[in-house]
C-alpha cells in the first residue's frame, strides 16, 4: 500500500496562492490515480481534482476550475495542488488520494493522506 503525506498548507488572505504537496511512500507511485479532496466543518469530504497516473489526464470540480491545477512527479513521487486566487469558501483540510482509476468518489481511493489545513481570510 501507499503512504502519503500532504504539506504546504496554512493561512492565506483572499486572492493569495499556496502550492499544496503530496509525498508518496511504499508501494510504487506511478501505478495509481490521484486525487485532492476537501473537507469543511459539517460538510461532506469533495473532490477538487484528480490526475492520471501518467500526469496525461486531469479533472476539476467547477469550483475551482481555472485557479487550481493538479500536477505530479514521478522522480519525486510527489503530486501537488496549486491554487491560486484563493476564496474564503477555499477553507478546509486537503487530502490527497491514491487509486487504482480516476474516480470522483471518495469510495474508489485506497489510501488517504492525513489531510492539510487551508485557511483563506477576507
Known amino acids: 500500500q501507499v503512504q502519503l503525506v500532504e504539506s504546504g498548507g496554512g493561512l492565506v488572505q483572499a486572492g493569495g496562492s499556496l502550492r499544496l504537496s503530496c509525498a508518496a511512500s511504499g508501494r510504487a507511485f506511478s501505478n495509481y490515480a490521484m486525487g485532492w479532496f476537501r473537507q469543511s466543518p459539517g460538510k461532506e469530504r469533495e473532490l477538487v481534482a484528480t490526475i492520471s497516473w501518467d500526469g496525461g489526464s486531469t479533472y476539476y470540480v467547477d469550483s475551482v476550475k481555472g485557479r487550481f491545477t493538479v500536477s505530479r512527479d514521478h522522480a519525486k513521487d510527489t503530486v501537488y495542488l496549486q491554487m491560486k486566487s484563493l476564496k474564503p469558501e477555499d477553507t478546509a483540510v486537503y487530502y490527497c488520494?491514491?487509486?487504482?482509476?480516476?474516480?470522483?468518489?471518495?469510495?474508489?481511493?485506497?489510501?488517504w493522506g492525513q489531510g492539510t489545513q487551508v485557511t483563506v481570510s477576507s
Open positions: 488520494a491514491a487509486g487504482y482509476r480516476r474516480g470522483l468518489k471518495s469510495a474508489e481511493y485506497v489510501a
